[in-house]
């Protein structure tokens, strides 16, 4: 640490003409992401002094690098978000044994991050054994500990983290899959640890319980509270006494929120029922909407107006500062037109996920010119083929993560080498079928369609794969 810390107070000038130690002092005032990787690239020193100052480092997938090659370049981090299966496993649609497994990174810290004072892991497995390595390498400095719907680890992981980790500030288990042995834990967080501030365990019993609102709650909103900036509406329960007027949002709610929450940056929507005017009034009235998710139920035999190519358009158009984007429908709810000008009018767009779209290839070539900015596409229900798919990938220039279900899948997978590129990992999930337990309390068969899995990784591919998840290259040589 004395060395870098040298390093940074020589009377060095970069090829900017701007001293090291100015530019060290301006470098801890730069905390975006992407503000950072701009100024690393301007030249290598700033690469080595962005290097050096970098506090916290989030790895969207735990594959697309290596514990190594993050401590060789990151070693003063003080906090590491880590993020293992993909966003599907929390609709249980990957294999439980896809991967994502904590070890090797836990290894990692325990040997070489001796700054890091914040962990937050995301749907991977974490073993008992990685919380006792934690807290003994760990334990004297941790502040936050984030096991976020992750698995694998029982009550008795938890309390070498409770005797261990007395600076601990915040405990976060949200919807993880805790075994539970006993309540001892608890009792040794309550014995040593004086400083907590946070302790969630919300939904690690897996009894979900959501908050429902109606069409006339939102209109009750829209009138008490207009500065409104972030808001979920969850698809409440499907029992029969819920399904009424009380409990259902359609497009009356959607424009009576859109006119009186102006304010509004994140709304994620769950309905019964759409018109194209009510996706043309938030494209009016929520010009600061950065993320808009909105998925259509299938309670309905009959929705008022799709598809809903017109009001996605004047959507887009209207919320220049959309960054992450969501459209799960229902077949016929978007056609290739439509799913044109979703290509079209997201320019600044970087996540996107869409289900039940489009008609035929022709929509997703169409959607593939557009998008200049989207770095992370997964779709649904899909009808396009792997040779579209692939084709989309390499015009879609911007990509590093895709994830794609129920495509038109063949046995070979041939026509998905078209996406093949250096440092691009593709891993097959072929069609499964699985056991599952009805509401009612007797088992059903469940077919899941075909998955494609593809990603940048500079660590190249990886090496647990499961009996589940095939890399394209081996498909190839059957």
Not at 288 to 303: K, M, Q, S
Not at 365 to 382: A, V
Request: hydrophobic share 40%; glycine share 6%; proline share 3%.
């Amino acid at each position: 640490m004395e060395e870098n810390d040298n390093k940074l107070s020589k009377p060095m000038t970069s090829q900017t003409g701007m001293s090291d130690v100015v530019l060290g002092c301006v470098m801890l005032y730069i905390d975006d992401p992407k503000d950072r990787d701009a100024v690393s690239l301007v030249c290598r020193r700033w690469y080595e002094l962005d290097a050096l100052t970098r506090k916290h480092i989030t790895i969207a997938l735990c594959y697309t690098t290596s514990p190594d090659r993050l401590r060789r370049r990151f070693q003063h981090l003080e906090s590491l978000k880590l993020k293992g299966k993909p966003r599907a496993a929390m609709f249980n649609l990957i294999p439980e044994d896809w991967g994502g497994y904590v070890t090797p990174w836990v290894n990692e810290i325990a040997e070489n991050f001796n700054c890091l004072k914040s962990v937050h892991f995301r749907r991977m497995i974490v073993k008992d054994s990685d919380l006792a390595v934690l807290a003994r390498s760990r334990g004297k400095v941790l502040q936050v500990l984030k096991l976020d719907k992750c698995s694998g680890f029982s009550t008795d992981g938890l309390l070498h983290v409770g005797r261990l980790c007395r600076q601990l500030k915040t405990l976060f288990l949200e919807e993880s899959s805790i075994i539970e042995k006993d309540g001892q834990w608890l009792h040794e967080i309550a014995l040593n640890n004086s400083v907590l501030e946070t302790l969630n365990f919300y939904m690690t019993d897996l009894v979900k319980t959501r908050n429902v609102i109606g069409d006339r709650g939102l209109e009750v909103l829209a009138r008490s509270c207009k500065r409104l900036k972030r808001l979920r509406i969850e698809r409440g329960a499907d029992e029969q006494e819920m399904e009424d007027e009380e409990g259902v949002v359609s497009q009356r709610g959607l424009m009576a929120l859109a006119q009186g929450c102006l304010e509004l940056e994140y709304l994620a929507v769950y309905v019964s029922d759409i018109t194209n005017a009510s996706l043309e009034h938030i494209g009016t009235h929520s010009k600061n909407l950065c993320d808009f998710r909105l998925v259509l139920l299938d309670r309905e035999e009959r929705i008022t107006d799709l598809p809903l190519d017109y009001g996605v358009r004047a959507l887009l158009r209207g919320c220049e500062k959309l960054r992450r984007f969501a459209l799960y429908l229902r077949p016929g709810g978007l056609t290739d037109v439509g799913l044109g000008y979703i290509g079209q009018y997201s320019p600044k767009v970087r996540w996107m996920l869409l289900g039940y779209v489009g008609e035929t290839d022709a929509g997703l070539l169409e959607f593939s010119k557009g998008c200049p900015s989207l770095q992370k596409l997964e779709m649904r229900g899909c009808c396009f083929s792997e040779h579209a798919l692939a084709v989309s990938v390499t015009q879609l220039t911007s990509l590093r993560y895709l994830w794609v279900q129920g495509y038109r899948s063949t046995r070979s997978g041939h026509d998905l080498l078209a996406m093949a590129r250096p440092f691009w990992n593709i891993e097959i999930i072929p069609a499964r079928q699985t056991v599952m337990t009805d509401q009612a309390g007797e088992a059903v068969m469940v077919e899941h369609p075909a998955h494609i899995l593809a990603y940048y990784s500079l660590a190249g591919p990886r090496k647990d794969f499961p009996d589940t998840v095939i890399p394209l290259d081996h498909l190839l040589l059957e």
